[in-house]
T-cell receptor
Framework: DTEVTQTPKHLVMGMTNKKSLKCEQH?????MYWYKQKAKKPPELMFV???????INESVPSRFSPECPNSSLLNLHLHALQPEDSALYLC???????????????FGPGTRLTVL | SQQGEEDPQALSIQEGENATMNCSYK?????LQWYRQNSGRGLVHLIL?????REKHSGRLRVTLDTSKKSSSLLITASRAADTASYFC?????????FGKGNQVVVIP
């Protein structure tokens, strides 16, 4: 199984809502990532988990809260978002836990988030 | 910047033609990777070329790397409508994978 799955595919939420994005992989990968991508732009790294521990936080606002319950799952909890947070949120995983420069990343299909 | 940066261009070609896109970077690399993204979906890894390699092939893809010029190119031969996508180069820097700006390729049937 070389697939990274993400749910939901689409999400519309108000600025006062609390929602969560979910990501799952069963490839035994030790690193998992959250990216944010705006239209016609490259993905921007948000968070990296290595061996289920947060290793990189790219100064993301606290209204985004990541969680890694186990080695296969990655969540992104959303609260009090702003309209400018509307974007495609991508999850990825890679085999290496140390973010080796030889690692390739496997991406999920993304969650299209719209904040009203 | 440590980020790879493609020449920001949109490329429109006829099916069967070849498509070439470029990527430049500013600091030394261990490898360079290319990814494809179809219509706002997830990225798919295409090919990785190491710093000691000059050329690499994978099916209809050919990647070259010129470390002296700090540039790489991706060639898609005999393009198909399914090749319509955005293509990103990416390099590791500062313990993270940084993507270039991307090239939009449209293959017209």
């Amino acid at each position: 199984d070389t697939e990274v799955t993400q749910t939901p595919k689409h999400l519309v939420m108000g600025m006062t809502n609390k929602k969560s994005l979910k990501c799952e992989q069963h490839m035994g990968h030790r690193a998992m990532y959250w990216y944010k991508q705006k239209a016609k732009k490259p993905p921007e790294l948000m968070f990296v988990y290595s061996y289920e521990k947060l290793s990189i936080n790219e100064s993301v606002p606290s209204r985004f809260s990541p969680e890694c319950p186990n080695s296969s799952l990655l969540n992104l909890h959303l609260h009090a978002l702003q309209p400018e947070d509307s974007a495609l949120y991508l999850c990825a995983s890679s085999q290496g836990a140390g973010i080796s420069y030889t690692d390739t990343q496997y991406f999920g299909p993304g969650t299209r988030l719209t904040v009203l | 910047s440590q980020q790879g940066e493609e020449d920001p261009q949109a490329l429109s070609i006829q099916e069967g033609e070849n498509a070439t896109m470029n990527c430049s970077y500013k600091t030394s690399i261990n490898n360079l990777q290319w990814y494809r993204q179809n219509s706002g979906r997830g990225l798919v890894h295409l090919i990785l070329i190491r710093s000691n390699e000059r050329e690499k092939h994978s099916g209809r893809l050919r990647v070259t790397l010129d470390t002296s010029k700090k540039s790489s190119s991706l060639l898609i031969t005999a393009s198909r409508a399914a090749d319509t996508a955005s293509y990103f180069c990416a390099r590791y820097g500062n313990n993270r994978l940084a993507f270039g700006k991307g090239n939009q390729v449209v293959v017209i049937p």
